[in-house]
Structure formats: C-alpha cells, structure tokens
C-alpha cells in the first residue's frame, strides 16, 4: 500500500506540472504558482478536518510548515535558474539532488536500511530521472550560477519530503496545510510585476495546486508505511509522467536518452517495490 500510495504521489505531481506549465504558457509562471498554492491551501482546509480526529500537534505543524519553506524555496530558485535560460541544466539537476537529499538523509539521520533490491532501485532512479528530465535542447546556458539555483532548488525540494516524512499519523492533513501556507509566504514576493492570471485561468490554476497538495497527503501517508528511502525515490519519478503525456496526448518524439530514463524508471519502480 506504501509504495502504491508514493507513486500516486508521483503521478498526481507529474499532472499537476503539465497542468501548470500549459497554464504558464499564458499567464506568468509565478502567478501560477502562487494561484496553485492557494489553490492547494483552500483544498487542504477544506479536506482536513475530514481527515484527523483531533487537533495536530505544535510539532507536526512545524514539520508541515518546514516542508512547505521547501516547496517554496524550490520553485524560487527553479524560476530563477530557468530565467537564465539554462533549463536543460536546471531541471535535471534539480530533480536529482531532490531525490538525493532525502535518500542521505533517511539513511543517516532515520537510521533507514533498505534492502539489496531498493538500493539497486535507487541507483537505477537517479540516472533514469537525470535522463528522463532532460529536455533535450543544446542552448541551455550552463553556467556556475544556474548550477547553484538548480542545487538549492534540489535542497528545498527534498527538504519538502523530508519534513513531511516526520509528521505523527494523527496530524491528518493538517501539516499539508500549514505547507501551503509556508510555500505561498516564500513564492509571494516573487509576484512583483507580474500579471495575475485572467479570470478563466483561475479555478485551472488552483486545481493544479489541489492536485499538487493530494499528492503531497499521498506522499505523506506513504512515508508512514514504509522506510522514507524508498517512499522519496517512488514520489520522486513524477518528471516521468509529463514524458508520458507528451508522447501519448501530445505526440512528441521520444529522444533516446529519454527512453533510457523511462527504461531505468521503470526497473527502479519494480526494484523499489519488490525491495
């Protein structure tokens, strides 16, 4: 149930990026960004007392709120790097020290162990998400600066899983709800000239969040059920899932190198969960 519940997550986040970034293509990325964390806030408020049978503690909303700082310094430093024009770079480096934060982490600060086969999981996950992120252009501007964004954007991405994988089961989903909060506090400067998205984009915007904080619950509840290691390398493979819209819906050619990395996700998933 544990790992069915991490690639939920991961599918429920691809969505929610192809979501938004169609949406991006006709209002500013930022304001989308903020409209989805609103969006995901207003979602999680509403679900949460559905969820949990008491109040969440001091603590778990600490957790959530830390996760939340994650998600936001993530996209703050993801824009940034992609502003300099360097998303061939960027994405893929930024996907993996994503993975790799919480994966180091769990092992040496949770004292998690995973078995032979999830480590062969995990080996197979990294370059596989490397590959399969990589959008295939040749003028990515690969500069020292856009490889220091795309690190820290890696950092607050695994700070967001890490933070959540500490959270009590009887918080419900009230930690997702204070990430929200926390991620909205951290994108919001950021909206400084630019345009808010027309009307009709709205309720398209705050669904790609809603869809972003179901997969983040999913995540949460997956991290309960099994060792973090493991939970992190499943919910991380969500840039797999734009790669399969777009050879499906949207008729893109597949390079090679990206067929590899669906190849090697697809090994790491099969290791991961029989691990």
Not at 57 to 67: E, F, K, N, Q
Not at 75 to 80: I, K, P, S
Not at 131 to 137: E, T, Y
Request: charged share 10%; glycine share 12%.
């Amino acid at each position: 149930m544990g790992a069915a519940l991490a690639l939920a997550s991961a599918v429920l986040y691809g969505a929610a990026d192809v979501a938004g970034g169609l949406l991006s293509r006709r209002a500013a990325a930022v304001a989308v960004a903020l409209c989805g964390q609103l969006g995901g806030l207003l979602f999680t408020l509403a679900a949460a007392p559905l969820f949990s049978a008491g109040a969440p503690s001091a603590a778990d909303l600490a957790w959530g709120a830390l996760s939340g700082v994650g998600t936001g310094l993530g996209m703050v430093f993801l824009y940034r790097g992609l502003a300099r024009g360097a998303m061939s770079l960027v994405v893929p480096v930024s996907a993996v020290n994503g993975l790799a934060v919480p994966v180091l982490a769990g092992v040496v600060l949770l004292g998690d162990r995973p078995s032979a086969a999830a480590w062969l999981g995990v080996a197979a996950a990294v370059p596989a998400l490397w590959l399969v992120s990589r959008d295939g252009s040749a003028g990515g501007d690969a500069t020292r600066a856009a490889t220091l964004d795309a690190l820290v954007a890696g950092a607050g991405i695994g700070v967001q899983y890490l933070a959540l994988a500490q959270v009590e089961a009887g918080s419900g989903l009230w930690p997702v709800v204070a990430g929200r909060c926390s991620a909205a506090l951290v994108v919001l400067p950021l909206l400084r000239g630019a345009r808010w998205p027309p009307a009709r984009l709205l309720a398209p915007a705050a669904l790609t969040g809603a869809l972003a904080a179901l997969a983040l619950a999913c995540y949460m509840l997956a991290a309960r059920m099994q060792l973090v290691t493991v939970a992190v390398v499943l919910s991380s493979l969500y840039p797999v899932i734009p790669v399969l819209l777009g050879i499906t819906m949207l008729r893109e050619r597949l390079g090679r190198a990206q067929a590899a990395g669906l190849a090697g996700a697809a090994a790491a998933v099969v290791l991961l969960t029989a691990g």
